[in-house]
């Protein structure tokens, strides 16, 4: 046991396997430098524990919301969802749901540029917004774990959208 804030871990593929299989909660708690080959964990029992916690989450909510403004800057978006690693939910099949024009590119760059600052790999999904109404209607499974599960809704245009579809129908 340490009694500074970060503590020297020995046994460094027991701290990976954490990073891997704990939830983000506990992810957020942790500290990899990984170019050092040393592994740090933050010590709980720390005075100011607490206080470095969230200093951590607000630097990864900071990133967060930096990523977000990058992409709509890209995009015209009619639907923008958040799930998977930003909501805590491992398993998902996707992180980030995308309907409508994006610059794929530019889409890719910012996203590798992400993925590197946060050292964890975002999976993405785009689509149109006519594919997206097809997948709504025949309820497709795929999107529906991401509308159903923990998610974050940054843009959802479709109520609008479905308005003026529906004025043009005789």
Known sequence: IGIGALIEVKDATKILNEKKSSPSEKKISSVYIERLKKYYILNQNFLLYHELRALIIK????????????????????????????????????????????????????????????????????????????????TDRFLYDVLENKNIIVIDNTIKELKVDNLHRP
């Open 59 to 138: 630097s990864k909510l900071f990133s967060e919301k930096n990523f977000i403004k990058k992409i709509q800057a890209i995009s015209n978006l009619n639907i923008f969802i958040l799930t998977g690693i930003f909501t805590g939910l491992e398993k998902a099949k996707t992180d980030m749901l995308l309907v409508g024009q994006v610059d794929k590119k530019k889409l890719l760059t910012v996203i590798l540029e992400f993925e590197k600052e946060m050292g964890q790999k975002v999976n993405y999904t785009i689509m149109s917004f006519h594919e997206y109404k097809y997948r709504k209607e025949i």
